[in-house]
């Protein structure tokens, strides 16, 4: 499950770097998954959301972007409406450039998640960030993450939990 973030934000663009365009994580994920996944995309709710106008957000994501995400063979455009939980609970992988689905899968469903950008929780060793790592090193920390089992992703959060309630 990847998760779109709100654009401009003030979190993704300067946190996620290069990745604020969020084409190029897409583009990783679909080439070092392996063939059998798929990559349920999810728009951010406010990013199509016109009840509250903003004009920061006019144009920033045009019908090319889509164009682009629909090229990829291994990624499903899901429905804005659709259940981001039903998304989290039944991924093997949430992934985000600093998105809270990332945190939400672990700590809800012990799911591992990646991020494509700086994160307080990627100090987890199954939620790393990958924002300065090349192609191959993305492609086995992918790997790595999805050969965790439940228990192992447990126990990597609690040891994680415990370094955190130190601060």
């Not at 709100?6 to 946190?15: A, G, I, K, N």
């Not at 969020?22 to 994920?29: A, E």
């Amino acid at each position: 499950f990847f998760a779109f973030h709100y654009q401009p934000e003030r979190s993704t663009d300067p946190q996620s770097d290069h990745y604020s365009n969020q084409l190029l994580p897409i583009k990783i994920l679909n080439e070092v998954l392996p063939d059998d996944y798929v990559i349920y995309a999810k728009e951010h709710p406010r990013q199509l959301n016109d009840n509250f106008p903003d004009l920061r957000k006019k144009h920033f994501r045009d019908l090319a972007f889509y164009d682009e995400i629909k090229k990829l063979n291994k990624v499903k455009i899901v429905d804005i409406k659709f259940s981001s939980s039903a998304l989290l609970e039944n991924s093997k992988l949430n992934v985000s450039c600093t998105g809270t689905n990332v945190w939400e899968g672990i700590l809800h469903f012990k799911t591992p998640g990646m991020y494509f950008g700086h994160s307080w929780a990627s100090l987890c060793k199954s939620t790393p960030s990958v924002l300065n790592k090349d192609i191959e090193e993305i492609k086995n920390i992918t790997l790595n993450l999805l050969s965790k089992d439940k228990q192992t992703v447990t126990n990597e959060l609690n040891e994680f939990l415990e370094i955190l309630s130190n601060y």
